[in-house]
């Protein structure tokens, strides 16, 4: 029995030892996997800290690098306008400074954004950036007459994200490379483009839409629910947001300034891309471009001081160019219609002395294009056939003129070629179209117009109107084909014309107003189309609605192109039900082909000075190690 007794002993004894020893292992591998697990986790939190330093070194490129680059450029771009450089043949930045600048790039980045705030990361770890910019060289210049003057460079970037958590770490590297494009920047790249928005005074209103970059120095003011479809920037700490109907009923009157997106339930726009409140102010600066000496076959851009101003024209230039004999007096420009030629060849573009009555503008719609400028009692004509290239100029008394060459486009700097300006030294009472063939239906689409409006430009038509006084408006103002609709095989099958056109269509309308405001006179169409860009920037002025309180309703203005005013104008009231009861309830859609100045209107105004006009960011790899 006591034998039984030992041996059941001596077993329960081995049975423990080999129940510690499965316990001993089983706790090392417990212990390991806790391990294992725990650099696991701390891994995948580096990873994860990686990538959202990547993420804000991504912000940074998209956000913060054109405030990085525009003190850098800004220094070269002065220097290049002080020394009169032309921007087909010098570099704005010289190829000796190229290294500077991608060392100045990656310095400013590593000493302003090299690591992302810890705020961002909850104390899971902390996330470090390295950037390197490096190869900065020219992309691109532009030809003589190309229509701007833009310059880009281009430059190699690599951002290395370094996570770590604990004793986790991890790296995300990104590489591809900057395009930066600077010059003189055509203001119509703005869809709107406004000093003073006026909103302290009024507002856009429930049916206002915008499908464009917008921008106000000061004072937006909304009601209702407004749409942008871009991007709506102020330089303002916010805007004005109205409840004229007492709607609201949050007690804070019937308009209120706020640093906010909405006012509801009274006023809630709709910002598709966002907004931006306390942006960099966009200056409306001195025009570069001399609109006269353009008219003039002179070239338009010419600084000799070099102060960013065109020289002034002298009435020599006036003479010389009109062929004036004898040039006398304070005044030796008769009134009249010119065009600018040497005598048998046209070689600059339709100058007008005077004030002008009436300046028809019709398309042929056979490649043709009519001007028929009344002054007084006296009428000129001018048909431009593109077919033959020629124009022809007939005279008040019936006398015509055949002349080789066509006053169209932008001419190539400094050749005294024709130039697609007109230029009225006076006030163009009344700019007209053909008018309409038939009514045109109020919920007619923007686009294509309706058939019963007649084309003010013909296909080939590049055309920029300037007067030194105010511009009346009475009839649409639109192209033979429309824009939006070159790749609509219905519509091109219906226009053979616009089908035969080759490469990007290029017919184009800028109207600008040097000192007074552009009108829509008592007695326009309702709803008016108006196409192109429309610039009226003197101190106070903008594109105006003659009695807009008083004339009654008129339905929509739909401008295609842009806006660019000192100060908005008032163009129409609003009745209780929220519908147009006076004037003009306004859309404005953006043509795109003027996005960063692919396309402007000849001699268009730009900014005065070579600044940086556009950063982009293209991404070619991404790799985690």
């Not at 450029?73 to 991608?102: H, K, L, M, Q, R």
């Not at 025009?287 to 851009?301: F, H, I, K, V, Y």
């Not at 100058?351 to 294009?369: K, R, S």
């Not at 429309?482 to 309308?509: E, I, K, W």
Request: proline fraction near 6%.
């Amino acid at each position: 029995m006591r034998r039984k007794q030992g041996i059941a002993l001596v077993t329960a004894l081995v049975l423990m030892m080999v129940l510690v020893a499965v316990i001993a292992i089983l706790s090392v591998d417990t212990l390991s996997e806790i391990r294992q697990n725990k650099n696991n986790l701390l891994s995948s939190r580096a990873r994860n800290v990686a990538e959202a330093g990547a993420t804000y070194a991504g912000y940074v490129l998209d956000t913060q690098l054109f405030s990085v680059l525009q003190p850098i450029v800004n220094g070269y771009a002065t220097s290049f306008i002080v020394g009169g450089g032309d921007p087909t043949s010098d570099y704005v930045i010289p190829e000796s400074a190229w290294d500077t600048v991608a060392s100045q790039i990656t310095n400013e980045l590593n000493t302003n954004y090299a690591s992302l705030p810890a705020s961002q990361l909850a104390g899971v770890g902390s996330a470090s950036l390295s950037y390197d910019v490096r190869n900065f060289r020219i992309a691109s210049m532009p030809t003589a007459g190309g229509g701007g003057q833009f310059q880009t460079y281009t430059a190699e970037y690599k951002v290395v994200a370094t996570g770590t958590s604990g004793n986790g770490k991890r790296r995300i590297q990104e590489e591809g490379f900057l395009t930066v494009k600077l010059g003189r920047a055509s203001l119509s790249q703005w869809l709107f483009l406004v000093e003073d928005a006026g909103g302290d005074r009024g507002f856009f209103p429930t049916g206002s839409v915008f499908d464009g970059p917008v921008h106000a120095n000061s004072n937006w003011g909304f009601w209702g629910t407004p749409v942008f479809r871009g991007r709506i920037t102020a330089s303002d700490g916010g805007a004005w947001f109205w409840d004229i109907f007492n709607t609201c009923r949050d007690g804070l009157g019937y308009r209120r300034f706020l640093n906010a997106g909405s006012r509801p339930p009274c006023t809630e726009p709709v910002f598709d891309k966002g907004y931006d409140w306390n942006a960099p102010r966009v200056e409306l600066p001195t025009n570069a471009l001399s609109q006269e000496r353009a008219a003039l076959g002179l070239d338009p851009t010419e600084d000799n001081n070099g102060d960013g101003v065109p020289d002034p024209v002298t009435d020599a230039d006036r003479c010389s160019s009109l062929g004036i004999s004898p040039c006398v007096g304070a005044n030796p420009i008769p009134d009249g219609v010119y065009l600018v030629n040497d005598g048998s060849r046209v070689t600059g573009g339709i100058y007008i002395e005077g004030n002008v009555d009436e300046l028809l503008v019709a398309a042929g719609g056979d490649g043709t294009q009519t001007y028929r400028i009344t002054q007084g009692g006296n009428t000129w004509t001018i048909l431009v056939d593109y077919n033959t290239d020629t124009t022809t100029i007939t005279d008040p008394s019936g006398n015509a003129t055949n002349l080789l060459g066509v006053p169209n486009g932008p001419a190539p700097l400094g050749t005294g070629g024709p130039t697609g300006q007109i230029y009225v030294n006076g006030v163009i009472d009344a700019l007209r179209a053909p008018d309409r063939t038939g009514p045109v239906p109020t919920d007619s689409p923007d686009h294509p117009p309706p058939s019963t409006i007649p084309p003010a430009l013909s296909l080939e038509t590049q055309l920029n109107i300037t007067a030194v006084g105010g511009i009346g408006l009475y009839t649409d103002l639109v192209y033979e084909c429309d824009p939006t609709q070159m790749t609509n095989s219905s519509y091109l099958a219906s226009h053979p014309r616009c089908a035969s056109a080759s490469g990007p269509l290029r017919t184009v309308l800028g109207v600008f107003s040097e000192t007074d405001d552009i009108t829509i006179r008592v007695g326009a169409v309702d709803d008016i189309y108006l196409w192109g860009s429309f610039l009226s920037a003197a101190n106070g002025k903008g594109l105006a609605v003659e009695n807009y309180n008083t004339r009654g309703p008129q339905g929509k203005m739909r401008l295609f192109g842009g806006l660019i005013q000192w100060e908005d104008q008032l163009r129409g009231v609003i009745g209780r039900g929220g519908s147009i009861s006076s004037g003009y309830l306004e859309t404005f859609e953006y043509d795109r082909r003027f996005e960063n100045s692919r396309l402007t209107p000849p001699n268009f105004p730009t900014t005065r000075v070579f600044q940086l006009n556009d950063v982009e960011v293209k991404r070619l790899t991404y790799k985690e190690f």
